[in-house]
């Protein structure tokens, strides 16, 4: 396994839409910490001036913006903590379209724009600001059908918090709470048929 961190809501749903048999591709994959759940069918891309080139975990040194594969190839593909690092987050959403195959996932793990402001402000890097809803239309305006869930937070442990999450306010107000501390936008999208 590859260094990096793996984060425990991104494992929740790869198990949950990866099917046995998927042809996987991670886009800004570093480390290339997801790769053991894949076995032989994942391919990992990065930059060969990621930090973790030299790790030796990443498949295919290329840019997500130009993607060298055929078209309709991949069941999954999925970006964690990368696409708000991206200039040109239209080209990669445009060439995800492309290499999924008809009702492929594409999974979208990114930061809320509170934690990005923080990065770009400690980092003096530039990167893009989005809502979880704002992501969600960036890539349904790319030809994919969208959903923003909050299937990935954690289960509240008291009884009436998980109660209240099993309605469609409760879940709502979840989401507009990660959206205010600071933590993660996540899209589920499918390639529409």
Not at 12 to 31: F, Q
Not at 44 to 67: F, K
Not at 153 to 176: C, D, H, I, S, Y
């Amino acid at each position: 396994m590859g260094i990096g961190s793996r984060y425990p809501h991104v494992v929740r749903l790869l198990k949950k839409y990866a099917r046995p048999n998927d042809r996987v591709l991670e886009l800004g994959c570093g480390g290339a910490v997801y790769k053991d759940f894949f076995i032989d069918r994942y391919i990992g891309i990065d930059l060969p001036a990621s930090p973790y080139a030299q790790q030796g975990d990443i498949s295919v040194y290329c840019s997500a913006e130009a993607l060298p594969f055929k078209s309709r190839i991949f069941d999954l593909l999925f970006i964690v903590a990368a696409l708000y690092q991206i200039p040109e987050e239209s080209a990669v959403l445009s060439e995800a379209l492309r290499v999924l195959c008809m009702g492929g996932y594409l999974l979208i793990f990114d930061y809320t724009w509170r934690t990005t402001w923080r990065l770009e402000k400690s980092e003096g890097s530039k990167c893009h600001h989005w809502t979880q809803w704002q992501l969600a239309r960036i890539v349904r305006n790319h030809g994919f059908k969208t959903y923003v869930s909050s299937e990935w937070l954690p289960e509240p442990k008291a009884r009436w918090k998980r109660m209240l999450t099993r309605t469609r306010l409760g879940k709502f107000l979840r989401l507009v709470l990660n959206e205010i501390r600071g933590g993660w936008n996540v899209v589920v999208a499918v390639k529409k048929s």
